[in-house]
């Protein structure tokens, strides 16, 4: 093969030879490769060094050509030629097929935000965990919620399109970094009304469902926005029988953006479930007795107390009517602290008088 000649020419003790040689690989661009990829792994420094550089500069010329194609004369063919076309379609809701115009620039201009990351998708895959960590830590910093600043669209678009990829390892704090944005009111807005709203909801849901990223922002943000996969990652929550502080954001999640006909089999199976979710980490509430003085309650709340007040909410009726003292509140429909009982006696009788109310005929 020409490739590996030349790059054993690399190594040549005359200039011209080296020069020549690299001219050429560049030259081959795509051909090269290969050969490239194997002096990496088995060639003197010197060989390394150079074929880096050489890399570098192929994989960037290769990257840009067919992202340039792809801006000036948007197609599917164009687009087949660069990563991740296949999941954006599958996310987006595109029929790789018969894209639209609009659909292709979306796309275009995603890869255009960050082609960097694009890039080594493409060609160094190996590469993109420890890229997409120390990039997602830059963009973290501009997740500050300033209004008269504009929000980076096109790049979170990207890292929520990588990010969301299962097969991509996210080191140190590449998720919590990606979902630091979800508290940002700019994105919220941009989810709301912005023009590219459907695309971002569709990779927002993508990156929801992905199961090893902590739940609780984005189980937050599906309560004040509706995102499909947000509902679906609680679903799942609910489903595992989870006993972290997770399961009372997912259950009101169902409560918030779920439905009787779906989810209220789901709630009535959790009425025996009696894991405590708060007070946190085995902590102890209290209360104020008369003086003012603060001392220790029994007061907790259950996996059951929660789906006995949120399937309540989805039948219609108050839970108050079942012995539940419980709180409204804007955003996560109730108090947190305002969902259990002070002992497992009135829990009991709550939950039997549910039951008698709605048995099944």
Same mark, same amino acid.
């Given at each position: 093969?020409?490739?590996? @000649? &030349?790059?054993s020419?690399?190594?040549?003790?005359?200039f011209?030879?080296?020069?020549?040689?690299?001219?050429? /690989?560049?030259?081959?661009?795509?051909?090269?490769?290969?050969?490239?990829? %194997?002096?990496?792994?088995?060639?003197?420094?010197?060989?390394?060094?150079?074929?880096?550089?050489?890399?570098?500069?192929? %994989?960037?010329?290769?990257?840009?050509?067919? &992202?340039? *194609?792809? +801006?000036?004369?948007?197609?599917?063919e164009?687009?087949?030629?660069?990563?991740?076309?296949?999941?954006?379609?599958?996310?987006?809701g595109?029929n790789?097929?018969?894209? #639209?115009?609009?659909?292709?620039?979306?796309?275009?201009?995603?890869?255009?935000?960050?082609? %960097?990351?694009?890039?080594? #998708?493409?060609?160094?895959?190996?590469?993109?965990?420890?890229?997409?960590?120390?990039?997602?830590?830059?963009? *973290? *910093?501009l997740?500050?919620?300033?209004?008269?600043?504009p929000?980076? *669209?096109?790049?979170?678009?990207?890292?929520?399109?990588?990010?969301?990829?299962?097969?991509?390892? /996210?080191?140190?704090?590449? !998720?919590?970094?990606?979902?630091?944005?979800?508290?940002?009111?700019?994105?919220?807005r941009?989810?709301?009304? @912005?023009?590219?709203?459907?695309?971002?909801?569709?990779?927002?849901?993508?990156?929801?469902?992905?199961?090893?990223?902590?739940? %609780?922002?984005?189980?937050?943000?599906?309560?004040?926005?509706?995102?499909?996969?947000? +509902?679906?990652?609680?679903?799942?929550?609910?489903?595992?029988?989870?006993?972290?502080?997770?399961?009372?954001?997912?259950?009101?999640?169902?409560?918030?953006?779920?439905s009787?006909?779906?989810?209220?089999?789901?709630?009535?199976?959790?009425?025996?479930?009696?894991?405590?979710?708060?007070?946190?980490?085995?902590?102890?509430?209290?209360?104020r007795?008369?003086?003012?003085q603060?001392?220790?309650?029994?007061?907790?709340? #259950?996996?059951?107390?929660?789906?006995?007040?949120?399937?309540?909410?989805?039948? @219609?009726? !108050?839970?108050?009517?079942?012995?539940?003292?419980?709180?409204r509140?804007e @955003?996560?429909?109730?108090?947190?602290? !305002?969902?259990g009982?002070?002992s497992?006696?009135?829990?009991?009788?709550?939950?039997?008088?549910?039951?008698?109310?709605?048995?099944?005929?």
């Open positions: 093969m020409r490739a590996r @000649g &030349l790059v020419a690399l190594d040549s003790e005359r011209a030879d080296r020069q020549e040689a690299a001219e050429e /690989l560049q030259g081959l661009g795509e051909f090269a490769i290969t050969a490239l990829n %194997e002096a990496l792994n088995a060639g003197t420094l010197k060989a390394r060094r150079d074929a880096t550089v050489l890399l570098d500069r192929i %994989e960037k010329k290769l990257f840009d050509s067919r &992202l340039d *194609a792809l +801006l000036q004369e948007p197609d599917g164009a687009a087949v030629s660069l990563p991740d076309w296949s999941r954006f379609c599958q996310i987006a595109v790789p097929e018969d894209p #639209k115009r609009q659909e292709l620039l979306n796309f275009a201009s995603i890869l255009e935000a960050e082609p %960097e990351l694009f890039r080594l #998708k493409q060609f160094r895959p190996n590469a993109l965990p420890n890229a997409l960590a120390e990039r997602s830590s830059e963009l *973290a *910093a997740f500050h919620g300033r209004v008269n600043s929000f980076p *669209a096109g790049s979170y678009a990207a890292l929520l399109l990588l990010g969301s990829d299962p097969e991509t390892r /996210l080191p140190r704090a590449t !998720s919590t970094n990606i979902s630091a944005a979800l508290s940002d009111q700019r994105l919220s941009l989810v709301r009304d @912005g023009a590219q709203r459907q695309t971002v909801r569709a990779l927002l849901s993508a990156w929801f469902i992905r199961d090893d990223i902590a739940a %609780e922002r984005p189980l937050y943000f599906t309560m004040e926005h509706g995102v499909k996969g947000g +509902l679906e990652r609680a679903r799942a929550i609910v489903e595992a029988r989870s006993s972290r502080p997770e399961m009372i954001l997912a259950i009101l999640t169902l409560g918030i953006t779920g009787a006909e779906d989810d209220l089999s789901r709630l009535e199976e959790l009425l025996d479930q009696p894991d405590v979710l708060w007070p946190f980490g085995g902590a102890r509430a209290v209360r007795v008369p003086g003012g603060v001392v220790d309650s029994e007061y907790t709340v #259950k996996t059951c107390d929660v789906a006995l007040a949120v399937a309540c909410h989805l039948r @219609g009726v !108050s839970p108050n009517k079942f012995g539940m003292k419980i709180r509140t @955003g996560s429909l109730f108090a947190l602290a !305002s969902l009982f002070s497992d006696a009135a829990r009991e009788t709550a939950i039997e008088a549910y039951r008698k109310e709605f048995a099944s005929p």
